[in-house]
């Protein structure tokens, strides 16, 4: 294969020392110069105020879309956050308030039921108080009764003994003494 | 059929790819600026990417479609080889940069494509980036403009350029010679590099052709072999496939550098 090559190449330098390189030929460089600048200055007028700043704008605006929408973000962020601080601070409020509202019902209950604890207390007292009296007017009834009894029986017993009737006075001091005993 | 391809290939040696062939006669003043193959190419070059970037920024859309993804790649890539290279002065090259790359990408992409079997020699594949005065002028072009921007830009302290700041005086003598003629080579090393990679890479791919036919012509075992070269030219087609893209980045990057000295000549 490398003769090949050899033999080839040898060929090529042959071809080249007979007709001499093309692109040393300068009869053609007027021509290629002429619609290279055409071809490559139409590319570059193009290029330059058409194409590239389309390319350039399309890049340009998606970035700053990309941008926006950050900062869209990032305040639609700030506002879900300041709104969950208000909500929270609603709440805290609402909860005081709450406590509040029940401490003042606690207290106006408990209120009520001192009141009512002292109205009841105080209907007891009265009752009690003329239950007292009623039970001490009875026992002082009820201790003159007895006198009144040992009375009549003590005269009754010394009639029936010595068919004398006695003085009041002394069945007086006689009872007396016998209820200190 | 083999044969008549092995007669008409001896007939065409490996350089014959290159000729020159009017298309349209024209003189201007006495010079000839015939609209030939090398033109047509140019043409067919400029139109594919006219085409192409017509297509992709017909709409524009926010989510790009393919062609429109595509264009705002390769604008992004050059834009940012630019950016990356000249710094914020490099903007306003940025669409001769473009253009320089696009131009150059496409002419050594369509040079690749097979010719259409049977047309006449002056429609065959051409590629105009194969030709030492196409390439050349594009190089002094980028210089041309290195050198306008570089003193209108510096005044003569572009001249710092050949002899940067903190050099010792007794190596002026030797330096600066060297950076002038380094400076003056930049166009010929620029033209020739395209020039040359663009005619090595098509002479190499007509030879393996050639065997290729040689071989299959001679008949017998030898049309066995010719697998051999087969292969072969799909292994260099492959690296010019490459090579065309390769090239078109280097001349961009080299202009991009290049312009980047004239804008910051000054601060060397």
């Known amino acids: 294969m490398l003769s090949f090559l050899f033999i080839a190449a040898a060929e090529a330098a042959q071809a ?52 926006d929408d950050l900062d869209k973000a990032a305040e639609s962020r700030r506002q879900a956050e300041e709104a969950e601080t208000a ?11 709450a406590q509040a509202v029940t401490a003042e019902a606690r207290e106006e209950v408990n209120a009520e039921i001192d009141a009512m604890r002292k109205d009841a207390e105080q209907s007891i007292a009265v009752k009690a108080a003329a239950a007292e009296d009623r039970i001490a007017k009875l026992r002082e009834t009820a201790g003159a009764r007895v006198k009144e009894a040992a009375r009549d029986t003590t005269r009754a017993v010394v009639e029936a003994l010595i068919h004398e009737s006695p003085a009041d006075s002394v069945v007086d001091a006689a009872v007396a003494k016998a209820a200190k005993a | 059929m083999i044969d008549a391809a092995f007669r008409s290939f001896q007939a065409a040696g490996p350089m014959e790819q290159f000729e020159i062939l009017p298309i349209v006669e024209l003189t201007f003043g006495g010079l000839d600026i015939s609209f030939t193959n090398s033109a047509l190419w140019m043409t067919i070059g400029v139109g594919l990417i006219v085409a192409f970037f017509y297509a992709a920024t017909r709409r524009r859309t926010l989510i790009p479609g393919r062609t429109q993804s595509i264009a705002e790649i390769l604008h992004e890539f050059v834009a940012n080889l630019v950016r990356d290279t000249i710094g914020h002065d490099g903007k306003k090259f940025f669409p001769y940069v473009f253009t320089l790359f696009i131009f150059i990408l496409v002419a050594n992409y369509v040079g690749l494509l097979p010719s259409i079997p049977g047309a006449p020699h002056e429609l065959h594949t051409f590629t105009t980036t194969s030709h030492i005065i196409v390439t050349f002028a594009l190089a002094m072009v980028t210089i041309t403009i290195v050198l306008i921007y570089g003193f209108a830009k510096n005044g003569l302290k572009f001249l710092k350029l050949f002899a940067p700041s903190g050099l010792p005086i007794w190596l002026m003598p030797i330096l600066v010679p060297i950076e002038i003629i380094s400076f003056l080579s930049r166009p010929i090393s620029l033209g020739v590099r395209l020039f040359a990679n663009m005619l090595a890479g098509h002479i190499i791919l007509k030879l393996f052709a050639g065997f290729v036919i040689a071989l299959l012509g ?9 697998i051999a070269p ?9 690296l010019e496939f490459l090579v065309a893209a390769l090239q078109a980045y280097v001349f961009a990057i080299l202009t991009c550098i290049y312009l980047s000295d004239a804008a910051h000549a000054a601060e060397h």
């Open chain 2, 230 to 238: 087969f292969l072969g030219s799909v292994a260099i087609f492959l």
């Open chain 2, 218 to 226: 001679a008949g017998g075992f030898a049309s066995v072999l010719a």
């Open chain 1, 87 to 97: 909500f929270n601070k609603a709440l805290a409020e609402a909860r005081a308030k």
């Open chain 1, 16 to 67: 080249g020392e007979s007709a001499g390189l093309p692109q040393l030929d300068s009869s053609t460089w007027a021509s290629q110069l002429v619609w290279l600048a055409i071809t490559f200055g139409v590319l570059y007028w193009l290029m330059s105020s058409m194409f590239l700043p389309r390319i350039g704008a399309a890049i340009e605006e998606r970035r700053d879309r990309i941008a």
